[in-house]
């Protein structure tokens, strides 16, 4: 018997059926699914919802069965790379330094730009940034340990 | 013939220079806030209320309601040209918005597509607001429970059914959105659920980064693929409003499904709590029944003119039972209606008798407001086409920014961050599967409301299913329903069997 490759098409249901069992199971034997005074539930609606998905998963993973796998090139993972960077920067030097750190690294040292088309890329982003959520909205960004430690 | 009178009367009230003034800053506002993932309409509005405390009360409002008006112009430009919706409802803009303007090279004529719908769209929902305005928010009483729950189902299975190749597929995610949407707190009574002992989870998982994750952030890990591709060098020829215009071939297409969509927007629009969200998804399903020049999906005009019509005439609609009635259709409803008793001015149906002219001065604005940000957004269209000349290696770092500060700025919090980041791979994985994640995102935002609405229905019909047939409305939703479940299902049955051809 040939044995049959297992792509991220038959994965992705397996995935979505063990949601669906947990929220299954949660809903009956935590959140309760019928009273009879007070109707449904919290886990009403989920449970019926899993119950749904459930099935489906089985369709989809039977469906695909008969589709080709795909490719994840290791390169298009790297913009997440450099948003786990951010956040772990935005620990110790704060959210704005970190995203200007981001931008530099990327355009210099990544997609090798000139100086000049670095900072002019860094200009316009960081005056988006500051200009309509720093000074606009007031979000307050992380200021990160070392500014915490200097300031206090 | 009187609400005509009344109209005009409003017009008066409008047409001063402070007015128009504050009508055109809150169109401009609208559309920076709705153009800037993370923020929405429902921020925009309550981030600009303090605004509106130094001008009269008519004044005030008439700026919020433009702003909110513009606001659903605005959330289509990044969903456009970035892939990133800035709201909501431009979730289905992006579907045929971003292939036109990035795979048809025709980023001008998406906008200009966007924006003619919009407004098109809007002026129907104003027309029948005008004209029909009571009368529609006692039409939106008639939908309890059962018709809410009918009418939910039809918009989710719709979309999870004809939204991509695949209709097991779009239902897979569709479940799955409704799942991620009932972590958090119970709809009904506040208890927690499914949190998993995380206290971040309490609170649910938020919209505004989910979406900008699972569409924005997948979408640069995307791009990585492109990143060598140079700038097509027409698109540097069309930077000018005639170079965007759409040909009378194009107008011919938008036309129908926009003037379609405004009149099923409206109607969505006044319906308690469905919104322009709804209005949006229930256009472009709708649209999937008709006639279109290129597949949807794939950069039609159809596409593209059937969502934005439905979400701005919406948006017209859910004036009807705020005014009419003193219900907010949605979360910017609700702010709208606390301006409104700020200051003093009860919505109900006396408002009309008691302060004609803010009720009517308040309707006439949105007339105003709709041609103001038409001209407007049609200005700048050359200079939002830009953003496509910016080589693709630049652009990835820009959204990458975007998306984090977009997740960090809706929770002020890491939270947000991770979440987009999560949903962002997630959506990236599902997308090289073949899995669309507009039916998760619809699912994911209209939950709540198909929960609570079902929960009441069993619970007033004690358990029994019957109350789904009992009233016509939504006996004939549920046959709606049916209909869009059975069809690829007997088609495909009839395929097989050889009756109907391949």
Known sequence: MQSKKITSKMVIPVVTAVIAALFIYLGITKYGFWHEVRGPLPGFFPTIIGFALLGLSVLAFLGGRKEEGTTYPIENWYPALGVIGIMLATLVIGMLPSLALFVILWLKVYEKYNWKTTLVGLAIIMAIVIGAFVMWLGVPF????????IAY | MENLQMLFMGFSVVLTLENVLVTMLGAVLGLIVGAMPGIGSLAGVALLLPLTYKFNPTTAIIMLGSLYYANMYGGSFSAILLNIPGDSPAVMTALDGYPMATKRNRPGQALFTANMSSFIGGLIGMLILTFMGPLLADLGLKFGPAEMTALLLVAMTSIGWLVGENPTKGVVLTMVGILLASMGMDTLTGSPRYDFGNMYLLGGIPFTPFVIGAVGFSQVLKLMEERNKKVEAHINQ?????????TLHDFRRLLPPAIRSGFMGTFVGVLPGAGATTGAFLGYAAQKAFKSEEPLGSGAIEGIASCEAANNAAAAGSFAPLLALGIPGSGTGAVLLGGLMMWGLNPGPLLFSTNPDFAWGLISSLFLANLLTLMIALGIIPFLIKILTVPVKMLIPIITVVCVVGGYSTSNSMYGVIIMFLSGLF???????????????????????LESNMRKAFIISHGSLGIFFEKPISAFLIIVLFAIILTPVVKFVLRKAGVLKK
């Open chain 2, 238 to 246: 069309k930077l000018t409003i005639k170079g965007s215009m759409l």
């Open chain 1, 142 to 149: 992380p200021k990160g340990l070392i500014y915490n430690l």
């Open chain 2, 427 to 449: 959506g990236y994985i599902l997308d090289r599967n073949g899995y669309g994640v507009a039916p998760m995102l619809l699912a994911f935002v209209l939950a709540p409301l």
